[in-house]
């Protein structure tokens, strides 16, 4: 190569580079090619007009702290329910304050985690307008790295389902849970 001049090293150099710099720009991991093979009907949340898509949804709403997508699943007439084990009393709120909870805290934790398990009981009406789902759940809140609270139990869902959409929608929840 001492025979070679500098602008024949440089056109040598390019030469090489080119190729190379075409190879990473086709394979660049960090743009992947547009994935059109999913279908437009086909969506990450569930269908409500099952059971098993409410369920799906919320766990969609809680994974992705996503009150709009949750405040959908809501009644109108939807009502909160746990047992305060130290007063002996059952509480309860509406939909109104369940929206401004679940709000503040979506806001207040990095992640939830939320795992629907087995379902425990199901009864329907003649008329399959309402069901009672009852089925056990792991829930992990991480407020920071230290803070980490998970939450067992069972929630016991009454849902209905009317109007032109056909979808279910939670009336009342009953969390039963070690929190």
Known sequence: MSGMTIPNMRRLRLSCVVPVLIL??????????????????DSILGDVR???????????AYTFKDTTIYG?????????VFRD???????SWGRNEEMRITHELFRNVQR?????NNIVALTSDSTNTNS????????T????????????GFATLTLTR?????????VRWRDESNF
């Open 85 to 91: 084990y130290e007063r002996g009393v059952d509480v």
């Open 141 to 152: 809140f991480t407020f920071n790295p230290t803070d980490v609270v998970r939450v067992d």
């Open 24 to 41: 990473i720009a086709a394979c660049n991991p960090f743009a992947p090619e547009f994935d059109d093979s999913i279908g437009t009907n």
């Open 50 to 60: 099952t059971v098993d898509g409410v369920y799906q949804n919320v766990r969609y």
């Open 132 to 139: 009672v789902v009852s089925r056990n759940f792991n829930l």
């Open 72 to 80: 959908q699943l809501l009644h109108p007439d939807y009502s909160f």
């Open 162 to 170: 009317g109007g032109s959409s056909d979808a279910w929608q939670i």
């Open 112 to 116: 939830v985690d939320l795992v629907w």
